[in-house]
């Protein structure tokens, strides 16, 4: 079969990205990053706080975890809800066990619905990262960029009001975004997203508005891609990070400077009474070693500005 003429016609052919937001590079070929602590691996935990509205909206497409059979379903809705009843907390508490400072990435709905989860959140000393304004509240191409705007100055309205202070981070609801997302963000006075894991290291995207940088988050080591699509066990999660966690180390003293392993976990997942043993364990194992950081997402910015 002959080759579509259209496909030698692509418009953004050329060497490199088929974008202007950042050039290609090598991580090998950059200049290194050195933590504030000398320590070769920044451990950065990110945990997604939801709230899955019941009416689940398709448009323009529904969000991963979200409602799935005939409504009101009501087992993923207590399911889901369980993350902030009962697994939140015991992650609260298995990273105070060990001293880690992680980030939140937290629903606008969850500011308002729960304010005393986000005050216990500033309390403990952990960041939190906008995360839309629930999770109907996703993002991608052919959303009016109006609407865009006012979704993500909603998002951190509504998290300012109760934690005191505005997030300078973004999650986007499925990592997904529309061609304007990095701008508006930038617009909305955001210093850094997490939506593009092409790499390990924090990179610059050039805006109109500005550069705003990118802190890449993982999915492959999440526990959702783990656990609840693989199906493997939380002993197994645990492992493979700490595979991770190894190379990333033996890579650091191989090329010089300094390595990000992201790390992203969902209560309603890790959170579930037969998981957590795995979890405590796999952090006190984290906290034992002398060439780790657990970071949060603004101190791996701050670190890496200078840099980049």
């Given at each position: ?8 016609s ?37 945990v ?12 323009p ?20 809800e ?9 992650m ?23 304010p ?42 509504a ?16 990592r ?34 500005g ?17 609840t ?30 390595r ?49």
């Amino acid at each position: 079969m002959a080759l579509d003429p259209d496909y030698l016609s692509y418009a953004m052919r050329r060497k490199g990205m088929d974008h202007d937001l950042y050039p290609w590079s090598s991580l090998f070929d950059r200049p290194p990053i050195t933590w504030p602590t000398g320590r070769a691996v920044a451990a950065w935990f990110v945990v997604s706080l939801e709230w899955f509205p019941i009416l689940a909206e398709d448009k323009p497409f529904r969000a991963p975890g979200h409602m799935q059979t005939a409504y009101p379903d009501y087992r993923h809705y207590t399911s889901r809800e369980y993350g902030t009843r009962v697994g939140f907390y015991r992650m609260l508490d298995a990273f105070a066990k060990v001293g880690a400072q992680v980030s939140i990435a937290c629903n606008g709905a969850i500011a308002q619905r729960y304010p005393s989860i986000v005050r216990d959140i500033v309390a403990a000393g952990h960041e939190i990262i906008a995360h839309s304004t629930d999770m109907n509240g996703t993002i991608a191409t052919g959303l009016p960029e109006a609407e865009e705007r006012d979704l993500i100055a909603r998002s951190l309205d509504a998290i300012e009001r109760v934690a005191g202070t505005r997030p300078t981070g973004w999650l986007s609801i499925a990592r997904s975004q529309s061609f304007a997302t990095p701008r508006l963000l930038k617009e909305a006075g955001l210093t850094y997203m997490c939506d593009w894991a092409n790499d390990e290291l924090p990179y610059r995207f050039a805006t109109t508005a500005g550069d705003i940088v990118n802190l890449p988050l993982n999915h492959e080591l999440s526990d959702r891609q783990i656990i609840t699509v693989q199906q493997n066990s939380a002993d197994s999660y645990a492992q493979q990070v700490v595979d991770a966690l190894d190379w990333l180390s033996a890579e650091s003293a191989a090329h010089g400077g300094g390595r990000m392993l992201p790390l992203h976990v969902t209560p309603y997942i890790m959170g579930l009474p037969y998981r957590m043993g795995a979890f405590e364990d796999l952090l006190a194992r984290m906290a034992s070693r002398n060439d780790l950081w657990f970071a949060r997402g603004d101190a791996l910015v701050e670190a890496a500005l200078p840099h980049i």
